[in-house]
Nanobody, 124 residues
Framework: QVQLVESGGGLVQAGGSLRLSCVAS????????MGWYRQAPGKQRELVAG???????NYAGSVKGRFTISRDNAKNTVYLQMNSLKPEDTAVYYC??????????????????WGQGTQVTVSS
């Protein structure tokens, strides 16, 4: 059983900053990609940022230069530092991790897990 617990969301004025954290616990031996997604009311969930086990990162164009994703492998934790926040960043933010597995037939794959979400509201 794997659980992801997010924290750090809240209400902030435009131009402000927030730092989201997501801690993974349970039967974890290795984590591939970790990421943050968001979903605003009436919109589809979208990728905000991702980080590989090797530390390579990618960002949505709308947040590039303002948000920074990082991870602490020893703590099974992924962070999202959000600066210069805009009202359009308002959404529920979800963390996501990919865990590799090998089944009893020796076949390998990846299981994806999601957190419960944390609300970020940016007022104008």
């Amino acid at each position: 059983q794997v659980q992801l617990v997010e924290s750090g969301g809240g209400l902030v004025q435009a131009g402000g900053s927030l730092r989201l954290s997501c801690v993974a616990s349970g039967s974890i031996f290795a984590i591939n990609t970790m990421g943050w997604y968001r979903q605003a009311p009436g919109k589809q969930r979208e990728l905000v940022a991702g980080i590989t086990s090797g530390g390579s990162t990618n960002y949505a164009g709308s947040v590039k230069g303002r948000f920074t994703i990082s991870r602490d492998n020893a703590k099974n934790t992924v962070y999202l530092q959000m600066n210069s926040l805009k009202p359009e960043d308002t959404a529920v933010y979800y963390c996501n991790i990919d865990l590799p597995f090998t089944d009893y037939n020796g076949r390998s794959g990846v299981n994806t897990y999601w957190g419960q979400g944390t609300q970020v509201t940016v007022s104008s």
